[in-house]
């Protein structure tokens, strides 16, 4: 069982993955321009779960924006699906595609589950915030889609 990283712990900069436009991107590019950033595991797009979670961090946008808080979503679908996601939904935020779960194994949140009783391997839905020194400052496991942009919110409002 991989372990998820952790509060303190220092993510991969440079791991660097195509966003929606097929930009590769490394997490270190990602911080330059900012002080810290949210990056959201998620499973797969335009699913119930995935819609719910990506949907609230929409509706609630101006309150990241506010907190200069640039948000991004990981999942193994490819640009093309992402692009599709983020035009459906209004999306005002990059989706990263990470097809060979490169990001998401390095984060420890590439996991077996089981459902219907059947076990595949796939994506432990988590949040974290990084710091401009590439370190965690908050950790969000087992993550319920319903709340989540508030719950994110409020963590960060209450750590200023």
Known sequence: MPNI?????CVPLNIAI???KGEKVSLKQLLADCKQLVLYFYPKDDTPGCTTEACEIRDNWKQFSQ????VYGVSPDNAEKHQKFIDKY???F??????EHILS????????????????MGIARS????????KIT???TNVKPKGHAKELLQSLNASD
Not at 105 to 120: D, L, S
């Open 94 to 99: 990059d989706l990263l595609c990470d097809e």
């Open 127 to 134: 949040s974290f915030v990084i710091n401009s020194c590439g």
């Open 105 to 120: 194994e390095a984060f420890g949140v590439w996991v077996e589950k089981k459902m219907y009783g059947r076990t595949y």
């Open 90 to 92: 209004g999306l005002p």
């Open 138 to 140: 908050h950790a969000f």
């Open 5 to 9: 990283l952790s509060v303190g712990e």
């Open 18 to 20: 195509a966003n929606q």
């Open 67 to 70: 907190l200069n808080l640039p």
